[in-house]
């Protein structure tokens, strides 16, 4: 027999109010009466109603990851954050990818229309996207944003990127690289400019002379990270080091320099930024900065559901990076 809100009331010795509250995470509660409540569901195997509660409440207790970014490695991470979140809030997460193109408006009507969620969470380059925030201010739909161009009045986490790239281009410097190719990211994402600017000041800093051949467009994808390293590496003086602007497009740098017979990190360094799972699991590992991108889908989706329970809650957070200095790289050959 189905337990019921009322059970876990009675065992615990309060009101169903006082059990929806600690059910929704709500701050009102004192956290001795908040500790019976979670203890008396625990004792009675307490599932609640995901129908019930949405009709009593009038809202889907849900939230959607909105997106159309191409390494799946950061959607992985920020997912995992999300749903960590999601979890301990008693909230479902679902992943709401949109198109590219024009559709990608009529995806998020879409998605509203399906589904109703509660609220959702931007990554980057949609983060940005003019339309589809446009779309979630008129239908009153609060969201939370992951690392946006401007974050004045907006709610979500963000890191700064370029003062990142700044430390992890002066140990590439410190190592004695000169001549270091640097492969962007899609242009849309304003991380692609806050890298380049790190990349930029910290030639500037070091008084090395910035040669535009050694920087290539790439689109934060595993395929353009190929196609930059075969560019850069075919220059009549190629580069002794690459910061890639992703550890997906680090990984194919990786790639083209063992097809083309370069030892990295003895032939080429190699670094990337976002510190994903593909860092570590190839071979070398990977140079990279830290972003932690797990934490931030989790803070985002906290500040979310803090301004979903209250209109004027939320805040837009800061984290602090780290550089893991790791195999792919090391002091330039003699040549």
């Not at 899609?186 to 050694?214: S, T």
């Amino acid at each position: 027999m189905r337990v019921r809100i009322e059970d876990v009331a009675e065992a615990a010795g309060v009101s169903m109010k006082t059990v929806s509250r600690v059910l929704n995470n709500e701050p009102n509660v004192r956290e001795e009466m908040r500790a019976r409540v979670m203890k008396a569901m625990d004792k009675l195997q307490y599932k609640p109603n995901p129908s019930a509660r949405s009709l009593a409440a009038q809202r889907s207790y849900s939230v959607a990851l909105v997106y159309n970014n191409p390494s799946r490695n950061y959607m992985m991470e920020v997912q995992n954050g999300m749903l960590e979140a999601c979890l301990a809030n008693h909230y479902n997460l679902f992943l709401a990818p949109v198109s590219v193109g024009r559709e990608r408006v009529a995806d998020m009507q879409g998605l509203f229309r399906n589904f109703g969620p509660d609220g959702v969470v931007l990554i980057p380059p949609l983060t940005d996207d003019a339309q589809l925030i446009s779309v979630l201010e008129q239908k009153g739909v609060p969201f939370a944003c992951i690392a946006p161009k401007n974050a004045a009045g907006r709610i979500g986490v963000a890191m700064d990127e370029t003062s990142a790239v700044l430390d992890m281009m002066a140990r590439l410097i410190d190592l004695g690289h000169t001549r270091i190719g640097h492969i962007k990211g899609a242009a849309k994402h304003g991380a692609c400019q806050w890298r380049f600017d790190g990349y930029r000041e910290a030639l500037k800093r070091a008084g090395i002379r910035f040669d535009p051949e050694l920087v290539v467009q790439g689109a934060f994808s595993y395929e353009s990270g190929c196609a930059g390293a075969q560019q850069l590496l075919e220059l009549a003086s190629p580069p002794t080091a690459i910061f890639a602007a992703n550890d997906d497009m680090a990984a194919g740098v990786i790639r083209i320099a063992a097809e083309r017979g370069l030892s990295v990190p003895r032939d080429l360094s190699v670094c990337g930024f976002d510190d994903t799972p593909i860092s570590r699991h190839i071979y070398p590992a990977l140079t990279t900065i830290r972003q932690p991108t797990s934490e931030m889908g989790r803070l985002a989706t906290l500040e979310l559901l803090a301004r979903i329970k209250s209109p004027g809650a939320g805040r837009m957070l800061r984290v602090d990076h780290a550089v893991l200095m790791r195999e792919s790289t090391q002091a330039p050959r003699r040549r």
